[in-house]
């Protein structure tokens, strides 16, 4: 059983940063590109950034380029959302999840989705 864990939201202002964590258990996502989704209340769930598991080629939604980065700790086998210059729009739930096609920005693309960390932006 694919379990995967987001951690690290919280109640920031704006401005500030946060670092999100997401940590896999039940099998290995060697082949897989890990990415991070949001969705707000009233939302629809919305692509955020994605990287292959190794920790090469990012890529990003338009509206957090510059402030947020995705990496990979090989060390702590989890993937990373560092979320900086945060604004109140950035509040929502993040969740991550895998896929196999790269590239993708679409959530049904993605499986094995963790229960997701609430994050809230203070104007």
């Known amino acids: 059983q694919v379990q995967l864990a987001e951690s690290g939201g919280g109640l920031v202002q704006a401005g500030g940063s946060l670092r999100l964590s997401c940590a896999t258990s039940?099998?290995?996502?060697?082949?897989?590109?890990m990415g991070w989704f949001r969705q707000a209340p009233g939302k629809e769930r919305e692509f955020v950034a994605a990287?292959?598991?190794?920790?090469?080629?990012?890529y990003y939604a338009d509206f957090v380029k510059g402030r947020f980065t995705i990496s990979r700790d090989n060390a702590a086998n989890t993937v990373n959302l560092q979320m900086n210059s945060l604004k109140p729009e950035d509040t929502a739930v993040y969740y991550c999840?895998?896929?196999?096609?790269?590239?993708?920005?679409?959530?049904?693309?993605?499986?094995?989705w963790g229960q997701g960390t609430q994050v809230t932006v203070s104007s």
């Open positions: 999840a895998g896929t196999r096609t790269y590239g993708s920005r679409r959530s049904g693309d993605f499986v094995s």
């Open positions: 039940g099998r290995t996502f060697g082949s897989y590109v």
């Open positions: 990287i292959f598991w190794s920790g090469a080629s990012p």
